[in-house]
């Protein structure tokens, strides 16, 4: 299976080294527009093979899309990262031609890839790039659910000091600052509702904390996070190539799912071999749908900005 990375900067050349060494895909290729730098960072994966354990090809080019030719998945995260003080929608101006003209390029040679959505505003670059492309739904996924999710899962693990991989959770909603949605209610410690565990003060605090967790990184490292970034986009690859069927909350077109339409947002979807496989359409209490359609509004305002690139 050959998986194509488009932006062979900190999230996609992390990406391609989880997907690497995790064995997920059989080949990957690294695409940037910098001369050189995708060359470098998938000959530098291909070095840690036999110290790592792995056989996949990893290969870059420099704007070259015939090398992508026959992608299964395309990853695209070019584009610029925020710094620290700046939101993710301000990102909209310099990322939306270049999200539009990656994809229409990567979709010319490999026609019938799914496309994972990686650069910010990453709601609205999804949207733009299911318009732009014309693709159907299914094919065309936004991360940042993953995630948003592995941050909560995170923090709340940390506050109640048991495994993270004990802990079971999601984020829905937009992926911005104020639009992402974790849901407390619904988490759980080994099927046990946290909130037999944490007070509603301190519940409130996770979700706090999870919802800025972007933003927490970006002031710590002066740009935008890779790891968790990166190993998530993996996460998801993995699901689609594998066909795992693994409920992740994904940015996905809704036609009247959460009581949204024309839009794409995080939902909690079914992701395998076909993309999203289904829109898993939980139902949510007053507190979380209003929350829900306040998130879709802001988003839905972010999208009106894209007139101009989608005309
Ligand atoms: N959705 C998420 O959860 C999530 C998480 C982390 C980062 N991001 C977003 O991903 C994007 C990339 O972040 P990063 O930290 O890797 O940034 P980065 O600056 O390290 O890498 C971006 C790369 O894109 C390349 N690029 C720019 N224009 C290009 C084009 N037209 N064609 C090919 N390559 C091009 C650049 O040369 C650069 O190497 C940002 O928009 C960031 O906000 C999203
Ligand atoms: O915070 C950012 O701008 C990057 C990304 O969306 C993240 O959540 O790490």
């Known amino acids: ?18 997907i690497a060494y995790r064995r997920i895909a059989s080949e990957i290729v690294l695409l940037d527009i910098r ?17 790592l354990g792995f056989n996949t090809k990893v290969s870059g080019s420099t704007n070259d899309y015939s090398k992508t030719a026959g992608s ?3 990853v695209i995260t070019s584009g610029i990262p925020r710094k620290p003080g700046m939101t993710r929608e301000e990102l909209i ?8 003209s990656v994809a229409e390029s990567l979709l010319q040679h490999s026609p019938n890839a799914i496309v994972v959505v990686v650069s910010n505003p990453m709601d609205t670059m999804t949207y733009l790039t299911l318009k732009a492309t014309g693709l159907p739904k299914n094919r065309v996924i936004g991360m940042g659910g993953a995630l948003d999710s592995s941050r909560f899962k995170t923090y709340l693990s940390q506050a109640l000091d048991k495994p993270a991989n004990d802990i079971h959770g ?24 946290v909130s037999e565990f944490l007070s509603a003060e301190k519940l409130d605090k996770v979700a706090a904390d999870t919802m800025v967790g972007g933003a927490t990184l970006t002031a710590l ?10 190993a998530s986009v993996a996460y998801l690859v993995d699901s689609i190539l594998n066909d795992q069927k693994k409920m992740i909350p994904c ?22 071999k076909n993309g999203i496989e289904k829109i898993v359409d939980i139902d949510l209490n007053a507190d979380e749908k209003a929350k829900f359609a306040k998130s879709a509004d802001a988003v839905r305002a972010m999208n009106a900005d894209l007139k101009s690139v989608l005309a």
């Open 35 to 51: 001369e050189g730098f995708a060359e470098g960072k998938a000959l530098d994966i291909m070095q840690t093979q036999t110290t």
């Open 170 to 193: 999601m984020v829905i909603g937009g992926h911005g600052d104020t639009t992402m949605i974790p849901l407390t209610r619904l988490a759980a410690y080994n099927g046990v509702p």
């Open 93 to 100: 101006g310099i990322n939306a031609g270049i999200v539009k």
């Open 221 to 230: 490292l002066g740009t935008s996070a890779w790891y968790a970034p990166g």
């Open 251 to 272: 940015s996905v077109f809704l036609e009247g799912e959460y009581g949204q339409s024309d839009i794409c947002i995080g939902v909690p979807c079914i992701i395998g």
């Open 72 to 74: 299964d998945v395309v």
């Open 1 to 18: 299976m050959k998986v194509t990375i488009v932006g062979a900067g900190n999230v996609g050349a992390t990406c391609a080294d989880a």
